[in-house]
Structure formats: C-alpha cells, structure tokens
C-alpha cells in the first residue's frame, strides 16, 4: 500500500491521525520535472478526489511521473536522499515541498494542495506578491548585469492606456520580518 502523511485541518488530532492511501495511482514514480499534477476536484473527511493533468504532451510508451513536491510537505519517513529521476532538472534528491529553494516553491505554489500552501506561508514567513504582464507588455532581463526592465510588444497610440495595475500594501513590521518574494508571470 502507498501512502503519505494528510495534512488537512483536523487530519493531526490527538485523537486521529489519518493517512492518503492510494490504488494503482500508488506506483507512479517521482520527478524533478513531472509531467503531470494532481489538483484537488473535493475533500470529504474519508476521502479526497483528485484529477491528473498532463503538464505537457506525453506519448504512447512514456512514463506518466509526478512531483511528490506536490503533496508531500516532508516527507516523513520517505525522502529521496539521492533523486534517481535522470530530468536534467533534477534537484538531487525530493525531501518534500520544504526542502526546495525558496523560488521553486514560489514557482511551484499554483499546483501544491492548499494544506501545502498554508502550512508555506505559516512556517517560512514569506510574502508572494504574484503580479502578471498585461498584453502588450514585455520583461526583459538584461544579459550584461542581469537587471529587468519592461518593453512594449505591441504598438501604442498616444493617450492608450498601457495597462491598469495594484500595489500590494505592507505593513512596515512585516517589512522587518518577512521574506518578500515577487512573481512575475
């Protein structure tokens, strides 16, 4: 039998403690650059239903790979001490979604589970501020010192508006605790 620690609310009581336990779904094996991942569709408190997305074409024949990343905020007891996934993305080993460099995590953050996310934002006391390029707006980052700057990618008249946007607002305390990290998509 396959499974892993769940870390929904309520699943690490003292009373209970419950495990995801999984079928054939169980033998599919790790990679740093799965093709696929696994969004949540429901929850129930006996169960939790969960769809694959191929994450690019797979072919008849290829392996079908996941993240374990993905779902498993430790590891416990299951770790990966030396990654046998032969991706030319591979991260060495797979200790969970904790292990990871602060940007993978960042840039992984769309596909984890929700209890991974929160438990994220609970421990590592960090700040994502995702902001997202508007058409027609390009960032560039220079070869020579590798600062950023934006560019046009469509042609604007005089007067057009070139976007409408936000500015996240911190509390000046967070600034002197918090790590601050920008997404840019």
């Known amino acids: 039998t396959h499974s892993v620690d769940d870390h929904a609310p309520g699943s690490k009581t003292s009373s209970e403690s419950k495990r995801q336990v999984y ?25 939790m239903c969960y769809q694959a997305i191929a994450l690019r074409d797979i072919d008849v024949g290829d392996e079908i790979t996941c993240d374990y990343a993905l779902f498993d905020y430790d590891c416990s007891g299951h770790q990966i ?58 960032l560039v980052t220079s070869n020579k010192d590798g600062s950023h700057h934006l ?18 607002l911190i509390s000046m305390d967070d600034l002197t605790y918090k790590q601050f990290v920008v997404d840019v998509d």
């Open 23 to 47: 079928g054939w779904d169980g033998f599919m094996n790790h990679s740093c650059d799965a093709n696929t991942y696994f969004p949540l569709l429901y929850r129930t408190p006996a169960e």
């Open 151 to 168: 560019v046009a990618t469509r042609r604007f008249e005089i007067g057009q508006p070139l976007f409408i946007n936000s500015a996240t």
């Open 81 to 138: 001490e030396a990654c046998a996934c032969g991706s030319t993305k591979c991260r060495g080993k797979m200790t969970g979604f904790q292990g990871l460099p602060l940007q993978a995590k960042v840039e992984l953050l769309d596909m984890v589970e929700e209890e991974i996310k929160d438990k994220f934002f609970q421990e590592e006391n960090v700040v994502v501020h995702q902001s997202y390029l508007p058409q027609g707006i390009g």
